[in-house]
Nanobody, 121 residues
Framework: QVQVVESGGGLVQAGGSLRLSCAAS????????MGWYRQAPGKQRELVAS???????KYADSVKGRFTISRDNVKNTVYLQMLSLKPEDTAVYYC???????????????WGQGTQVTVSS
């Protein structure tokens, strides 16, 4: 059984910072890309940032220069450092891990339960 668990959300004032963490655990053969998505009320879920197992990163234009994604391949953990937060960053943030579980032969996506980030103006 594989679990993906996020932590680190909360309430912060505009201009503040938060750091999200996400760990994949359980029976895992290998972890490919990991990423963060977010979904604001009434909006579709969107990619915030992603990182491959080799360290290549991708960011949404709206967060470039403010957010940094990183990962620890030994711990199967991905982080999202968020600086200069804006009210429009308010959303539920979901962690995604594309991985091969010990019980299967193909990789697939696993999602965390989500963590709320609220930025007050």
């Amino acid at each position: 059984q594989v679990q993906v668990v996020e932590s680190g959300g909360g309430l912060v004032q505009a201009g503040g910072s938060l750091r999200l963490s996400c760990a994949a655990s359980g029976s895992i053969i290998s972890v490919n890309a990991m990423g963060w998505y977010r979904q604001a009320p009434g909006k579709q879920r969107e990619l915030v940032a992603s990182i491959t197992s080799g360290g290549s990163t991708k960011y949404a234009d709206s967060v470039k220069g403010r957010f940094t994604i990183s990962r620890d391949n030994v711990k199967n953990t991905v982080y999202l450092q968020m600086l200069s937060l804006k009210p429009e960053d308010t959303a539920v943030y979901y962690c995604n891990a594309n991985l091969r579980p010990g019980s299967g032969y193909v990789s697939r996506d696993y999602w965390g339960q989500g963590t709320q980030v609220t930025v007050s103006s």
